[in-house]
């Protein structure tokens, strides 16, 4: 199988790299200056952090660590894993019957909790060592503790779990599940967490924006006012409601059911989308994917959605939800967008007692990243 990943540089200045990984996949990078690449960028592998008992889910350990051991095989089956967590030894025990173990990296290290997305590093790559950026997580304005996930990244770095140039941007309060990258230069996101007064208070939007614009080297940045999941901790983070695809494509949640409570500020959201445009003028292709049915638990709706996904080298993995026909054709929506890919769902039912889902417990590393040995 062949991929292209087209990347433009906006100087002009560009050389091709072709890479082999093997199984008949050669792959033509078009290396550019510093920028932040879509996460469809070839990468070296997934970070996991690890779910403990000193963790919020202590009370349903066994499901979740199911549910992570289920992501684990999937990741490690195809690209190097690295598995973040104060015991090492007990995690071991617990994947080595079914986990590649030959692609399973350790990073041992207290942690508060285990979403990756959010405070594991984000990376800026160009045609040298990739640059490791270090933001400030403030357990999504300070609702929750994340002192010891926050250092995390550092600790990686210092004992060379990740490699790369680490840089200090703990000014600045940032999570992963709220950025999305085209890896052309336009970044989407959403109003509502980036310019929550618990993260960056001090900061107007123009001021925002410009930080992430010289920051990441970008040259539009897109803002969604309008969509949000109940139950929902992060202030509606991006990839829980909209995300970038190949080819100028937006995959977004649709709400088809009017009596939803989700129903008019998601039907604003798809005709905010619908004006927004690339940098070549163009509108996006967009994918609806459905809204999950309800999930309650102890009466109150879980944040279920489809959006959070994970994009790998050759597959996607995507959340399920024990609901067939929305499963199914949520896996259909993605199979347009990602037709070259091989696509997975893990039931993530565990996962979104804690508000979360499949791709706010993972982060990807490009190329370089993820010490090989």
Same mark, same amino acid.
């Given at each position: 199988?062949?991929?292209?990943?087209?990347?433009?540089?906006?100087?002009?200045s560009?050389?091709?790299?072709q890479?082999?990984?093997?199984?008949?996949?050669?792959?033509?990078?078009?290396?550019?200056?510093? /920028?932040?690449?879509?996460?469809? /960028?070839?990468?070296?592998?997934?970070?996991?952090?690890?779910?403990?008992?000193g963790? @919020?889910?202590?009370?349903?350990?066994?499901?979740?660590?199911?549910?992570?051991?289920?992501?684990?095989?999937?990741?490690?089956?195809?690209?190097?894993?690295?598995?973040?967590?104060?015991?090492?030894?007990?995690?071991?025990?617990?994947?080595?019957?079914?986990?590649?173990?030959?692609?399973?990296?350790?990073?041992?290290?207290?942690?508060?909790?285990?979403?990756?997305?959010?405070? =594991?590093?984000?990376?800026?790559?160009?045609?040298?060592?990739?640059?490791?950026?270090?933001f400030?997580?403030?357990?999504?304005?300070?609702?929750?503790?994340s002192?010891? @996930?926050?250092?995390?990244?550092?600790?990686a770095?210092?004992?060379?779990?990740?490699?790369?140039?680490?840089?200090?941007?703990? @000014?600045?309060?940032?999570? =992963?599940?709220?950025?999305?990258? @085209?890896?052309?230069?336009?970044?989407?996101?959403?109003?509502?967490?980036?310019?929550?007064?618990?993260?960056?208070?001090?900061?107007?939007?123009?001021?925002?924006?410009?930080?992430?614009?010289?920051?990441?080297?970008?040259?539009?940045?897109?803002?969604?006012?309008?969509?949000?999941?109940? =139950?929902?901790?992060?202030?509606?983070?991006?990839d829980?409601?909209?995300?970038?695809?190949?080819?100028?494509?937006?995959?977004?949640?649709?709400?088809?059911?009017?009596?939803?409570?989700?129903?008019e500020?998601?039907?604003?959201?798809?005709?905010?989308?619908?004006?927004?445009?690339?940098?070549?003028?163009?509108?996006?292709?967009?994918?609806?994917?459905?809204?999950?049915?309800?999930?309650?638990?102890?009466?109150?709706?879980?944040?279920?959605?489809?959006?959070?996904?994970?994009?790998?080298?050759?597959?996607?993995?995507?959340?399920?939800?024990?609901?067939?026909?929305?499963?199914?054709?949520?896996?259909?929506?993605?199979?347009?967008?990602?037709?070259? /890919?091989?696509?997975?769902?893990?039931?993530?039912?565990?996962?979104?007692?804690?508000?979360?889902?499949?791709?706010?417990?993972?982060?990807?590393?490009?190329?370089?990243?993820?010490?090989?040995?």
């Open positions: 199988m062949g991929i292209m990943v087209g990347l433009p540089s906006p100087s002009g560009e050389k091709d790299l890479l082999n990984f093997g199984k008949n996949m050669t792959v033509q990078v078009e290396m550019r200056a510093s /920028h932040l690449p879509a996460e469809w /960028h070839m990468q070296s592998g997934i970070q996991l952090t690890w779910p403990h008992a963790t @919020d889910w202590a009370y349903i350990l066994a499901e979740v660590q199911e549910c992570f051991i289920n992501i684990a095989r999937e990741i490690a089956k195809r690209e190097l894993l690295l598995i973040v967590t104060p015991e090492p030894e007990e995690v071991k025990k617990q994947i080595a019957a079914t986990v590649n173990m030959n692609n399973v990296r350790f990073l041992e290290c207290a942690t508060n909790d285990t979403w990756a997305r959010d405070h =594991g590093a984000i990376t800026m790559i160009d045609t040298g060592t990739p640059s490791l950026l270090d400030t997580f403030n357990g999504w304005g300070l609702k929750f503790a002192e010891l @996930d926050n250092q995390i990244t550092k600790h770095v210092e004992a060379g779990a990740l490699k790369g140039q680490y840089i200090d941007h703990l @000014d600045f309060v940032l999570e =992963g599940g709220s950025i999305e990258s @085209d890896g052309m230069g336009t970044l989407l996101t959403t109003s509502k967490c980036l310019l929550s007064p618990q993260r960056n208070g001090r900061l107007n939007q123009v001021e925002i924006e410009e930080y992430l614009k010289s920051t990441f080297h970008l040259q539009k940045v897109l803002w969604l006012d309008h969509g949000y999941l109940a =139950g929902d901790d992060t202030d509606s983070h991006i829980t409601l909209a995300r970038f695809c190949p080819t100028d494509t937006i995959a977004y949640v649709k709400c088809e059911n009017k009596e939803d409570e989700h129903y500020a998601l039907l604003a959201m798809e005709e905010q989308l619908k004006t927004f445009r690339t940098l070549a003028g163009e509108p996006y292709r967009l994918l609806a994917l459905p809204m999950a049915d309800k999930i309650e638990e102890d009466g109150e709706r879980l944040p279920a959605t489809y959006a959070n996904f994970l994009i790998m080298n050759d597959v996607i993995l995507y959340p399920t939800y024990n609901q067939p026909v929305n499963d199914k054709k949520a896996g259909e929506v993605l199979q347009q967008a990602f037709p070259n /890919h091989q696509i997975i769902g893990i039931d993530c039912r565990a996962l979104i007692k804690q508000h979360g889902s499949l791709h706010c417990v993972t982060m990807q590393y490009p190329l370089g990243v993820i010490k090989e040995s």
